[in-house]
């Protein structure tokens, strides 16, 4: 990554996605913790495991953008590279802590037994943490040729957990109340359409795209994909949670 290429233009425009995505996730974080009160037990865990993750978000937004600014000054109005490298690796870390979270918060608010959560959560969670893992040697490779190569290898974890979500879990998702079973198809759906940003993000720059144009696209791109795939899944994961409780309730009564 060649940060001397980018124009001023680009590095505000990038700067403010940033900002963007903290504002997003640290609003997220509060709005879902705050509305535990309005789900059953049952939910709770799903619900503050939403928050956690967009906290976990923030909290990496805020170091991201800290050492964005101190990559550049900016000088009579013309943009300077300050030799202090910007950490890439705080995105990777944030990623491999907040995605098995995302797959396992599914899990928890549908409410499968516990042989079948604990089964689901491992493997879909294992298969995430490798897919981040296989990632990030090709984020920060020089090479072509070497990043292509970890792209592949971290897109077969990938489609294992597409084909689990799509597939897998379509008899689960057949079981569940009548009034949630579209919004938790939607909410698979959700997760496979916002992650399948992250690949394409991720070939930006081999399929021409070069300079500081490279980089935006990139940064940004993550940036989008992370509030649709974090702080849009948790709202949706807090509505599902919330019918789910007024339909036991009212089975109840």
């Given amino acids: 990554m060649d940060l001397s290429t980018l124009s001023l233009g680009q590095y505000t425009f990038i700067a403010n996605a940033f900002s963007f995505g903290l504002a997003v996730m640290a609003a997220a974080t509060l709005f879902l913790w705050f509305s535990r009160s309005q789900v059953a037990p049952a ?126 879990l379509k008899g689960s998702i057949g079981k569940q109340p009548e009034n949630v079973r579209g919004l938790i198809n939607g909410a698979a759906t959700l997760v496979v359409i916002s992650w399948l940003f992250y690949p394409i993000v991720f070939l930006f720059p081999l399929i021409g795209l070069t300079g500081g144009a490279a980089i935006t696209a990139v940064e940004v791109g993550y940036t989008i994909a992370d509030i649709v795939a974090k702080a849009v899944f948790g709202i949706l994961i807090l509505v599902i949670a919330m019918r789910k409780s007024e339909h036991e309730a009212n089975a109840q009564a």
Avoid: C
């Fill in 43 to 168: 939910y709770k865990m799903a619900v503050t495991i939403s928050g956690l993750v967009t906290a976990i978000a923030a909290y990496h937004y805020l170091q991201i953008m800290l050492s964005w600014d101190a990559a550049f000054s900016v000088m009579n109005g013309n943009l300077e590279v300050t030799g202090y490298p910007f950490n890439q690796a705080y995105r990777y870390v944030d990623w491999l802590l907040t995605v098995p979270l995302l797959l396992i918060e599914l899990i928890l608010v549908m409410r499968l037994s516990r042989s079948e959560t604990v089964s689901k959560s491992v493997w879909l969670g294992g298969a995430a943490a490798l897919m981040i893992i296989l990632g990030y040697p090709g984020e920060v490779a020089e090479s072509a040729g070497t990043r292509f190569t970890f792209w592949v290898l971290s897109m077969i974890p990938f489609v294992y957990i597409v084909y689990q979500l799509v597939v897998g």
